[in-house]
């Protein structure tokens, strides 16, 4: 069985700051992990996803992600945060052997200028 | 680019209607997904193909059933309406490797009066 856990329904951050989104995980199989975004009424949109290459993810508008298997991880970053950054974040996770995804709960960030 | 449409972007009914949500993707994907999306709960999957005529059960079914009598097309069938299927539903395809992308439509947003 596998589960995602997003710490904080809701982030706030000013523009120009750091953004940080937490995503725990749990995956009874060797897991592949993704970050989405949603922007308001429109459907999800892939930042990035690890597949079991490189820990180290980039993405798309200047976000990554560092997958830590330690700590059942995949928190979500960005340096420097842009008021177009604000929207809606899901964290998902899908096993090894299947084409299922199970998503958290969702995180929406605001940004403040 | 990948397209995935919707039937609809906002559709409203009343209780007991039988409602169709058409799904089409323009990859030759084998497989799409049907979610349900709620404030606070993510996304919840409700049937998925992985093939013509080919479905599985997600972790919320009841209520629902689906159809995929061609590769591109999916389609959710509410056969009576009720009030608690009002919702966000989202549709999304993939190709076959498990490490393919889902990719997700605009959304139908029902209401079920």
């Known amino acids: 069985a596998q589960s995602v856990t997003q710490l904080g329904s809701h982030v706030s951050v000013s523009e120009g700051a750091l953004v940080l989104l937490r995503c725990n995980y749990s995956s009874s199989v060797p897991p592949y992990l993704f970050w989405y975004v949603q922007y308001p009424n429109q459907g999800l949109q892939l930042l990035l996803k690890?597949?079991?290459?490189?820990?180290l993810v980039k993405g798309i508008n200047g976000f990554e992600a560092e997958f830590k298997k330690s700590e059942t991880s995949f928190h979500l970053t960005k340096p420097s945060a842009h008021m177009s950054d604000a929207a809606e974040y899901f964290c998902?996770?899908?096993?090894?052997?299947?084409?299922?995804?199970?998503f958290g709960a969702g995180t929406i960030l605001r940004v403040k200028s | 680019d990948v397209k995935v449409t919707q039937s609809s972007r906002y559709l409203v009914k009343r209780t007991g209607e039988k409602v169709f949500l058409e799904c089409v993707q323009d990859m030759d994907h084998e497989n799409m997904f049907w979610y349900r999306q709620d404030p606070g709960l993510g996304l919840r999957l409700i049937y998925f193909s992985y093939d013509v005529k080919m479905k599985e059960k997600g972790d919320i079914p009841e209520g629902y059933s689906v159809s995929r009598e061609k590769k591109e097309r999916f389609s959710l069938i509410l056969e009576s309406a009720s009030t608690n299927q009002t919702s966000m539903y989202l549709c999304?395809?993939?190709?076959?490797?498990?490490?393919?992308?889902?990719?997700f439509g605009p959304g139908t947003r029902l209401t079920v009066l």
């Open positions: 690890y597949t079991s290459a490189a820990t």
């Open positions: 999304a395809s993939k190709g076959g490797r498990v490490t393919d992308t889902q990719y």
């Open positions: 998902a996770v899908s096993g090894t052997y299947g084409n299922k995804l199970v």
